[in-house]
């Protein structure tokens, strides 16, 4: 069995990547890929952990990345002055890669200062949380929003982290959803992937929320966008992964075999106490 999309703790996972690397033993792996956000720190303690455990463990990264809509080849007027946001993820790269440290460097400052706006904004709202409640381990670095969610928790505000999501409020509360990070153009994205040796996958691609109003399905607007990323060097697409149905996944890879693009699965594991539900290994609803 094959899980190419997993989070540990070196991102907005709860787990090491030991710890990772052992439950998918447990869970009947053979080969898994660490894909952190925005970053490579948690690749070389699951590389041995790889080793001693006797499974292959590929080297990965999770860019949050974006584009303008008019920038698609073919695409509806609608799409003009769009921005669309997708994941882009990157496997056997060189995590020596200059270029690729100074980007992640970079993206690393600028969540940096995402967080601290987003922090004084729960504040504002009545939601005492600080920036040590972000922190899930002692050295942590890194804090994304599923980080905010386990914040939200640890001080009584909601009781799971999926409310964080409610419509309307926390994560989804207006003020808090005008603050963003700045993402790289998602050909940059799979430059800079390709440039350190790796391979550009899209990521969860029925998660990518097109211009409304276009009349199309879905399926119609990934053609075209996939039309375009293969142009800028894309090699494949997660086709099942773990809130794709059966249907979703037929589709997504007979659109991706059309193209000569790679077909991945994965889970999207963050930790247990994320989703009780989702484990390493899910795949499909």
Same mark, same amino acid.
């Given at each position: 069995?094959?899980?190419?999309?997993?989070?540990?703790?070196?991102?907005?996972?709860? @787990?090491?990547?030991?710890?990772?690397?052992?439950?998918?033993?447990?869970?009947?792996?053979? =080969?898994?890929?660490?894909?952190?956000?925005?970053?490579?720190?948690?690749?070389?303690?699951?590389?041995?952990?790889?080793?001693?455990?006797?499974?292959?463990?590929?080297?990965?990264?999770?860019?949050?990345?974006?584009?303008?809509?008019?920038?698609?080849?073919?695409?509806?007027?609608?799409?003009?002055?769009? =921005?669309?946001?997708?994941?882009?993820?990157?496997?056997?790269?060189?995590?020596?890669?200059?270029?690729?440290?100074?980007?992640?460097?970079?993206?690393?400052?600028?969540? /940096?200062?995402?967080?601290?706006?987003?922090?004084?904004?729960?504040?504002?709202?009545?939601?005492? =949380?600080?920036?040590?409640?972000?922190?899930?381990?002692?050295?942590?670095?890194?804090?994304?929003?599923?980080?905010?969610?386990?914040?939200?928790?640890?001080?009584?505000?909601?009781?799971?982290?999926?409310?964080?999501?409610?419509?309307?409020?926390?994560?989804?509360?207006?003020?808090?959803?005008?603050?963003?990070?700045?993402?790289?153009?998602?050909?940059?994205?799979?430059?800079?992937?390709?440039?350190?040796?790796?391979?550009?996958?899209?990521?969860?691609?029925?998660?990518?929320?097109?211009?409304?109003?276009?009349?199309?399905?879905?399926?119609?607007?990934?053609?075209?966008?996939?039309?375009? @990323?293969?142009?800028?060097?894309?090699?494949?697409?997660?086709?099942?992964?773990?809130?794709?149905?059966?249907?979703?996944?037929?589709? @997504?890879?007979?659109?991706?075999?059309?193209?000569?693009?790679?077909?991945?699965?994965?889970?999207?594991?963050?930790?247990?106490?994320?989703?009780?539900?989702?484990?390493?290994?899910?795949? /499909?609803?």
């Amino acid at each position: 069995m094959i899980d190419m999309h997993l989070h540990t703790y070196y991102s907005d996972g709860t @787990l090491s990547p030991t710890e990772v690397v052992q439950r998918a033993v447990d869970r009947g792996m053979k =080969i898994l890929a660490i894909t952190d956000h925005d970053g490579f720190d948690g690749v070389s303690e699951a590389l041995d952990a790889g080793k001693r455990l006797g499974v292959l463990v590929i080297p990965g990264i999770e860019f949050s990345a974006n584009m303008h809509g008019e920038e698609m080849n073919e695409a509806p007027q609608s799409y003009v002055g769009d =921005i669309i946001n997708m994941h882009i993820l990157g496997y056997e790269i060189d995590t020596q890669n200059a270029q690729l440290s100074e980007a992640v460097e970079k993206i690393r400052r600028q969540r /940096k200062e995402r967080n601290e706006k987003l922090l004084a904004e729960f504040n504002r709202l009545g939601y005492g =949380i600080s920036e040590e409640d972000l922190r899930q381990r002692t050295g942590q670095e890194y804090a994304g929003k599923p980080n905010f969610a386990l914040a939200l928790v640890k001080r009584g505000y909601i009781k799971t982290t999926r409310e964080a999501s409610t419509p309307g409020h926390f994560l989804r509360h207006p003020n808090v959803r005008r603050i963003h990070r700045e993402k790289i153009h998602v050909r940059q994205a799979i430059s800079l992937i390709n440039d350190a040796g790796g391979y550009a996958v899209l990521a969860h691609p029925m998660k990518i929320r097109f211009p409304e109003s276009t009349g199309a399905d879905v399926f119609e607007q990934l053609e075209l966008l996939l039309d375009q @990323l293969k142009e800028w060097g894309l090699a494949g697409m997660e086709c099942y992964y773990s809130t794709h149905t059966a249907e979703d996944a037929a589709r @997504l890879a007979e659109m991706a075999e059309s193209r000569g693009l790679l077909i991945t699965s994965g889970s999207d594991f963050h930790g247990p106490d994320f989703d009780p539900g989702l484990d390493i290994g899910v795949t /499909k609803k």
